[in-house]
């Protein structure tokens, strides 16, 4: 069996979200007071995740597992969870995406366990803006967890950065150079309607367009080929070795060539990031459901993909779920 919906694309790349729970409250995406957090009970256990992931892996073609948010370094027994997908026969690669807070203590560890590579959140490397954005003095510690990646083989090592209007898209030049210097592969990202307020305007939103000028105004860009499935447009920056890339899901989305499955941390699918139907495999799980019960429940679930996020059809709602509670 594969994960393939009824427009032809092929789900090989998995993202688990480890939990809700997230130690910033950046603003475009929750509020300064936080958010009630999934009850612990509804939470897939360790033994529970580490199933579903073997399900998709051994069962359903799953090639790639990147583990999301909230924040998974919040999760206790990451390293073994990473471990036991990296033990499956198949050798899925492995990856993570993270705030970076705390990736200091835990890097080695994580590439120890199998880790491939990570991605790591910084809209800016200014104390005070960053202060401004996530709500939290912590940007030392995120850059400290930056070279503790880089250092223990994380490699490459990524950067997601979000341009907000008014408070750090005038850094993104500074930003990128910063990047290169300490050989991070950067990518911005375009603002998408996932916050928990549901604040998000799309008037206000810095497009990916915009990011273009307002890097081509410092940088001579060059566009790369070869995109296939990946959501990141990428450019070479002034003929040199280093790239950023620009991921523009609202106004240059990639829906056609999408090959991503949401597993949430209480055992949903969503088969889009902005899906609003769910598909319950932790009460299948729970029953007593067999593993071949539960891939044909996963199967069935992706033939329900719509053929695009459908952020610019009038009829549009945003997901009821925030960003923190699906996982990027």
Request: net charge negative.
């Amino acid at each position: 069996m594969k994960l393939i919906d009824t427009h032809g694309r092929v789900a090989t790349d998995l993202r688990v979200s480890l939990t809700d729970r997230c130690n910033l409250r950046c603003q475009y995406c929750m509020p300064a007071e936080g958010l009630e957090w999934m009850p612990t009970e509804d939470t897939l256990t360790d033994d529970e995740l580490n199933r579903l992931i073997r399900v998709g892996v051994e069962m359903l073609g799953v090639r790639d597992v990147r583990f999301t948010g909230g924040e998974p370094l919040l999760r206790r027994g990451l390293p073994a969870i990473v471990a036991a997908t990296k033990a499956l026969p198949s050798g899925p690669r492995t990856a993570m995406t993270s705030n970076g807070l705390g990736l200091k203590h835990i890097a080695k560890a994580l590439a120890e366990a199998g880790l491939d590579r990570v991605n790591v959140s910084l809209d800016t490397t200014d104390p005070e803006t960053f202060n401004k954005i996530t709500r939290r003095d912590r940007l030392s510690d995120v850059i400290e967890g930056l070279q503790a990646a880089s250092d223990a083989g994380l490699a490459p090592v990524k950067v997601n950065a979000v341009l907000l209007r008014g408070i750090n898209d005038v850094e993104a030049p500074d930003l990128l150079r910063w990047c290169i210097k300490h050989n991070y592969e950067l990518r911005f990202i375009e603002q998408m309607p996932l916050d928990a307020q549901h604040g998000w305007n799309r008037a206000e939103m810095i497009t990916a367009a915009e990011t273009l000028a307002l890097l081509e105004e410092h940088f001579t860009l060059t566009p790369l080929d070869g995109r296939g499935s990946a959501p990141a447009e990428k450019f070479r920056i002034d003929d040199g070795p280093h790239t950023v890339g620009i991921i523009g899901s609202v106004t240059r989305p990639f829906c056609g060539d999408c090959n991503r499955v949401r597993l949430t941390a209480d055992g949903q699918i969503l088969n889009c990031l902005f899906a609003r139907e769910e598909s319950d495999l932790r009460s299948a799980m729970r029953a007593g459901a067999p593993d071949a019960e539960i891939a044909e429940r996963w199967v069935a679930a992706m033939a329900t993909k719509l053929p695009g996020h459908g952020i610019d059809d009038p009829t549009f709602l945003q997901s009821a779920r925030p960003m923190s509670s699906i996982g990027g």
